[in-house]
């Protein structure tokens, strides 16, 4: 009987691959040639890194029962004067609007950090003066002398009154023991581990809201790395963004649709209630405009990848890139060469400190990719951990989102994209001071490659799609 249901598993995940994944034709005959000829290691294989069946389905019928609820900080519909606007503003906008479902809104300010100390302290900040609500949502939070003071922080809210929701991965914080949230558990704060199965479909957003007003969204975690104080991968660059005002509702949206997509069925009415209970935070309309982009497997949209495209080809001049790994699908690969050889100038800035033994060498032979069209490229005296894109000086994006397969088409990600012309030049600014902490990786020196190095590019490509 036992021998009978593993078969039954075997062949039915054969099925599924071929009739219901829609996959990418290479990567279908990629998971249907291992499970063939390794059929049940295979297929283990398979569940683990390949499956989005049950992924999708969970999400369908959980975002359906959503649409039929209104959050109290749910964006509301905004009308732009398009005067204003550049024609790579319009087309990347209306692209996001349309394909991405991303409503237009803004913010009041926008507070740029590349320090985690600066972030730290201004978050901790803002968490000690909440009122209402917190929601927070990172990849991971460590437990080290950071990820303990957030849950101080958090827990001190909580026995306040405020209303403290805190998400995370489950696979990324396996090394972060429950008890470290305990105290905040106890005062009335809630915590979930998202996705806790073995998959390499991750969440790896970064949210934050309080109070409805003000929200934070970037790079960072929650981890003393980010801050300077571990022994490795110093100094660490990464960004962070602040803002008020309305694009907080978009932000709180986002959030709480991870939320309930998430939470146990028993404590979905009450947390429900309490926050329908909470008035509709009213804001300020400005000209500073914004979208959010939030990208995962529960979808075949590959909302991440998309919006990356819709900018690049947008570009006119200059496309800015900084990333920790350069990993990138054919597509987008392919839109930066034909920027390139257009007389667009692209630039890539990768960390000069190693990422890892099997990131590296298959990041360096996409760069080599870049150089034969004229392209930059940059290594930062540090580990810079950034997700940004420029173009030209009209849009700049700031996330989650790493220039690598997983976070383009797999991990659940959000973006923030930005119009407002001040703040691309602000942030334009902060990547001409990065250069100056840069070295020049050209052409020269990528052919200078060990026979070794080449080698382990070889290898290690064969697994990019995983990267």
């Not at 479902?101 to 003066?129: N, P, V, W």
């Not at 060469?337 to 007389?343: D, F, I, L």
């Amino acid at each position: 009987m036992f021998t009978f249901l593993l078969f039954v598993i075997y062949i039915g995940s054969i099925l599924t691959v071929i009739f219901l994944e829609r996959k990418n034709p290479i990567e279908a005959m990629l998971w249907v040639f291992i499970m063939i000829f390794l059929p049940y290691v295979g297929t283990i294989l398979y569940l683990a890194f390949g499956n989005t069946t049950t992924i999708r389905l969970v999400a369908f019928f959980r975002k359906r029962r959503l649409k039929k609820m209104e959050y109290p900080d749910a964006p509301q519909s905004m009308k732009i004067d398009g005067s204003l606007l550049s024609a790579e503003d319009k087309q990347v906008m209306r692209f996001n609007y349309v394909y991405n479902q991303s409503e237009i809104t803004c913010y009041d300010t926008a507070e740029i950090f590349t320090s985690g100390k600066e972030h730290y302290t201004r978050l901790f900040a803002d968490i000690a003066s909440a009122k209402e609500t917190i929601y927070i949502e990172f990849y991971t939070i460590h437990h080290d002398r950071i990820g303990e003071a957030l849950v101080n922080a958090l827990t001190q809210r909580a026995k306040a009154g405020v209303t403290v929701y805190v998400m995370c991965d489950f696979i990324a914080n396996l090394s972060t023991p429950k008890k470290m949230f305990r105290p905040l558990m106890e005062a009335g704060g809630k915590v979930l581990r998202l996705k806790p199965y073995l998959t390499h479909y991750r969440s790896h957003r970064k949210i934050v809201v309080i109070d409805g007003c003000i929200s934070y969204i970037g790079g960072m975690n929650i981890g003393k790395q980010y801050a300077n104080l571990a022994e490795k991968k110093n100094p660490w660059r990464d960004t962070q963004v602040r803002l008020t005002g309305a694009c907080c509702g978009s932000l709180t949206n986002y959030f709480l649709t991870d939320w309930f997509c998430a939470v146990r069925r028993k404590e979905y009415a009450p947390c429900l209630r309490e926050l329908q209970r909470r008035p509709r935070t009213e804001q300020q309309i400005t000209g500073n405009l914004c979208q959010f982009i939030v990208g995962g497997v529960d979808n075949t949209l590959e909302s991440s990848k998309m919006v990356y495209l819709s900018m690049i080809r947008s570009a006119k001049q200059r496309i800015r890139i900084q990333s920790p790994y350069f990993i990138p699908d054919a597509s987008i690969l392919d839109a930066l060469k034909v920027a390139a050889a257009s007389g667009v100038e692209v630039e890539l800035m990768i960390p000069g400190i190693k990422a890892s033994f099997f990131l590296d060498p298959v990041t360096n032979y996409y760069c080599g990719q870049l150089l034969q069209y004229g392209a930059k490229v940059y290594k930062y005296q540090g580990y810079i951990h950034a997700k940004t894109l420029t173009v030209d000086h009209e849009l700049c994006a700031i996330g989650s989102v790493n220039m690598d397969v997983r976070s383009l088409r797999v991990d659940d990600e959000v973006c923030g994209v930005f119009y407002h012309n001040q703040f691309v030049e602000q942030y334009l600014a902060i990547f001409d001071r990065d250069i100056q902490h840069s070295q020049r990786y050209g052409p020269d020196q990528f052919e200078k490659r060990t026979t070794w190095d080449r080698m382990k590019e070889s290898f290690f490509l064969l697994f990019a799609p995983l990267m």
